[in-house]
């Protein structure tokens, strides 16, 4: 089981520019979310989904975009990139928001 | 306002002793607490999940406890070894997409 794999593990980019984070898992989870974790401070919710074809937002989705259209796949938009959006960026996928959460290993993303 | 607190924020131990970090919350309304653990560069694992009525849970030797009325939990870790270090981080769920997370303690085992 490869359970949820994100791409790329590491990113650079310039102000302005745009990209996507992948995330997929294999284990037929409803439940995705994905979360930035910044030095000092817990993870945070960008946004989730319950299941393909529904999404919703988090507790900080400005500048982000998510989309669900098949249930293994949940990737992150970032529109026009800022150096606040510097960070690490978790996805997560579940059986159920009240059930342990899958986490990948991350993307690190540095704007400059 | 919803806060889950940890300490201590880092520890160092010697390989082959016990230790104890602690999670205090402030999160309402309580559905669950959770304990995971990040190594560097990876993911958060779970360790464990703990619901209202549940006092003590194990996984290894790994093993939480919550104190609902005192809104605290504690993981204990025992016979440590080297692979224990890392971030342990609490996280609180207040119910549908309210989990919240502490900033964790970073524990480093030490040969």
């Known amino acids: 089981n490869a359970g949820v794999t994100q791409t790329p593990k590491f990113q650079v980019l310039k102000t302005g520019q745009s990209m996507t984070l992948q995330c997929a898992q294999d284990?037929?989870?409803?439940?995705m979310s994905w979360y930035r974790q910044d030095p000092g401070m817990g993870l945070r919710l960008i946004h989730y989904?319950?299941?393909?074809?529904?999404?919703d937002q988090g507790e900080v989705p400005n500048g982000y975009n998510v989309s669900r259209s098949t249930t293994e796949d949940f990737p992150l938009r970032l529109l026009s990139a800022a150096p606040s959006q510097t960070s690490v960026y978790f996805c997560?996928?579940?059986?159920?928001?009240?059930?342990?959460?899958?986490f990948g290993s991350g993307t690190r993303l540095t704007v400059v | 306002k919803n806060q889950v607190e940890q300490s201590p924020q880092s520890l160092i131990i010697l390989e082959g002793k016990n230790c104890t970090l602690q999670?205090?919350?402030?999160?309402?309304?309580?559905?669950?607490l959770r304990w995971y653990k990040q190594d560097t560069g990876r993911g958060p694992v779970s360790l464990t999940i703990?619901?209202?009525?549940?006092n003590t849970k194990s996984n290894g030797r790994y093993t939480a406890t919550l104190d609902a009325d005192t809104k605290q939990s504690s993981l204990h870790i025992t016979a440590s070894q080297l692979s224990d270090s890392a971030s342990y981080i609490c996280?609180?769920?207040?119910?549908?997409?309210?989990?919240?997370f502490g900033t964790g303690t970073r524990l480093l085992v030490s040969p």
């Open positions: 997560a996928s579940s059986t159920g928001t009240f059930y342990g959460y899958t």
């Open positions: 989904s319950v299941g393909a074809g529904i999404t």
């Open positions: 996280v609180v769920s207040a119910g549908f997409q309210k989990l919240v």
């Open positions: 703990m619901t209202f009525s549940e």
């Open positions: 999670c205090n919350y402030t999160v309402s309304p309580f559905s669950n």
């Open positions: 284990m037929n989870h409803e439940y």
